[in-house]
């Protein structure tokens, strides 16, 4: 009995983990407002979109 409840304690631990692997690799985390490099219409390159002043610190 003791083994039947440590071996679905450990097969949910493994499952969640790599749930959250998987979820993590296919983007679905946060940028923190950092996008790809651009030029805007002045010809300065930026990485950050005018929208994120609301800072983290």
């Given at each position: 009995?003791?083994s039947?409840?440590?071996?679905?304690?450990?097969v949910?631990?493994?499952?969640?983990?790599t749930?959250?692997?998987?979820?993590s690799?296919?983007?679905?985390?946060?940028?923190?407002?950092?996008t790809d490099?651009?030029?805007?219409?002045?010809?300065?390159?930026?990485?950050?979109?005018?929208?994120?002043?609301?800072?983290?610190?």
């Amino acid at each position: 009995m003791n083994s039947l409840i440590l071996l679905s304690i450990i097969v949910t631990s493994v499952l969640s983990v790599t749930l959250l692997l998987f979820t993590s690799g296919k983007g679905l985390e946060g940028t923190k407002g950092i996008t790809d490099e651009y030029v805007t219409e002045s010809g300065l390159k930026k990485t950050a979109r005018k929208d994120r002043t609301d800072y983290l610190v």
